[in-house]
């Protein structure tokens, strides 16, 4: 907004503007509160750090800076606005500056963590370059506590660690941006226990709006739905993501199944599902052919149909996929009989359709696929992170306990552990291993409550947010090291 010159300086000096900083090229910026936030060894925010120090610091360079036709800020909150801005543009580039993304994500990151003194220089840099006169500032310019877990957690923090894990979606970043960037515009008390926020997408990964789901109590963590106006291109999306080892027509397919299947919720016993189940059998046959290919091509010429497949699998091993799934050959001979229903037209059932989709999903085949398909595990997955399904039900988070179970078995087949373990950790496990009952925080707002059992074992306790009991997994001392190793946590899926 534009400040009338006889109006009280934006500054909080109590001077007039006009004889106050009206024409002078420092700006003064207005007085904040700001609740700096801490770490500690055992914290979420102590990983992070760990996990994108390396690339936090990298400088913002004028001449590829897109300059937003914004007024120059004057505090926290309107300098926050100013550089989402700057990083909504660069995303809606149709090929983002990796490194000038990084490096508003970073400055923004450390500025909360650490040098929040210095956003007075930030504001003058922005205003020596800037073409524009007027200020924008806010009654309050400092944030509530959930505006800054919106920013710094949910938005910051969030986009740097996937450049850490190698999991980038840019659309998604654009979506959680323009939310950000909306939220500090029109602010949000603490009075609201938010602890789930529906984002309304529409093609073209456009924010057409959000709802906020309360909790039952204050959550430490705010989970994001993303719920799509255009279905179709929001499985899609997702996919080139999680099977980016899969070729487009696979994802396509893929996509256009899961599409068409949440539009049969009604009369399961009446449907029958031949033509879902012949789409996922035709996916696994082309993406098993393209492993074959890859690693004999010269069987690229005979076109290998699904029996073909199902015994080259069980006759042969592959680096990764054996490695996740060693009877994967079995596996597929079990679908033998369904795969020949189904390529004649005949009805395929419910339960014939869920045991099919179970192996592709829950079983994560078409994952393990895909990783094969790319030559290398997931990033994430090296790292030790425990990923599982999350759902909101009646203000309570609910963790998938197949999906956690089935990430911890994971990690005992990866042998790149990165990174290494660190000090907090590491004194956290000599605790588990000399019998202490150690509770940590988990980013749910739930904990997990390791236990040395009488027989040597250990116990990991999954508690929800109202800490009840949600399940539970046994470890043998070697798997519990090698969790810690591998910095292990769980994170949402």
């Known amino acids: 907004m534009e400040l009338s010159k006889n109006k009280p300086c934006a500054c909080g000096s109590g001077k007039k503007f006009k004889i106050c900083c009206m024409g002078k090229d420092i700006v003064k910026i207005k007085k904040f509160n700001f609740n700096q936030p801490s770490i500690n060894r055992s914290s979420q925010s102590n ?281 994967v050959g079995k596996e597929l001979e079990d679908f033998n009989e369904m795969r020949n229903h189904s390529a004649h037209g005949e009805f395929i059932t419910y339960e014939e359709f869920t045991k099919l989709k179970a192996f592709i999903f829950k079983n994560r085949a078409f994952e393990y696929m895909s990783w094969e398909l790319n030559g290398e595990i997931p990033k994430r997955k090296q790292m030790g992170v425990i990923e599982s399904h999350v759902t909101y039900d009646e203000g309570e988070l609910q963790v998938d306990m197949d999906s956690f179970n089935k990430s911890i078995d994971e990690i005992k087949n990866i042998d790149v552990i990165e990174p290494t373990m660190h000090p907090g950790m590491k004194d956290t496990l000599e605790s588990i291993k000399k019998g202490e009952a150690v509770l940590t925080a988990d980013y749910d707002g739930g904990k997990i409550l390791f236990q040395k059992t009488i027989n040597g074992l250990y116990k990991a306790t999954k508690l929800n947010s109202l800490n009840r009991e949600i399940g539970r997994k046994i470890l043998k001392e070697n798997e519990l090291v090698m969790m810690f190793e591998k910095g292990s946590y769980i994170g949402p899926n």
């Not at 515009?185 to 529409?202: A, E, P, T, W």
């Not at 989970?223 to 279905?231: I, K, L, P, R």
């Not at 099977?243 to 009604?266: H, N």
């Open 47 to 327: 990983r992070t750090h760990n996990l994108i120090h390396e690339f936090t610091f990298e400088p913002i360079f004028q001449d590829e800076m897109a300059m937003p036709h914004h007024p120059i800020p004057k505090g926290l909150r309107s300098f926050c606005i100013y550089r989402l801005e700057q990083i909504i543009r660069e995303l809606e580039n149709s090929n983002p500056n990796d490194r000038l993304l990084k490096a508003y994500y970073g400055e923004l990151y450390w500025l909360f963590y650490k040098n929040m003194n210095l956003i007075e220089n930030k504001i003058n840099e922005i205003k020596s370059v800037s073409t524009i006169e007027v200020f924008m500032e806010f009654e309050s310019e400092g944030l509530t506590d959930i505006e800054q877990q919106i920013v710094l957690d949910r938005t910051v923090s969030s986009s740097l660690l996937d450049y850490a894990y190698g999991t980038l979606d840019f659309g998604a970043f654009k979506i959680v941006a323009s939310f950000c960037k909306q939220i500090l515009l029109q602010g949000l008390s603490d009075d609201r226990n938010v602890g789930l926020v529906q984002l309304k997408i529409d093609t073209g990964d456009e924010l057409v709006g959000w709802e906020f789901v309360e909790s039952k109590r204050k959550s430490s963590r705010i989970h994001y739905e993303f719920v799509s106006m255009d279905a179709l291109d929001n499985e899609y999306k997702k996919l080139k993501v999680s099977l980016s080892g899969f070729s487009d027509a696979s994802l396509k397919t893929i996509a256009t199944a899961l599409t068409q299947e949440d539009a049969l919720k009604k009369s399961k016993d009446l449907i029958s599902y031949v033509g879902l189940v012949m789409n996922y059998f035709g996916v696994l046959e082309q993406e098993l052919r393209n492993i074959v290919y890859k690693h004999n091509n010269k069987l690229t010429k005979k076109r290998m149909m699904w029996r073909d497949l199902a015994q080259y699998f069980k006759e042969n091993t592959f680096p990764i996929l054996t490695k996740f799934m060693p009877e």
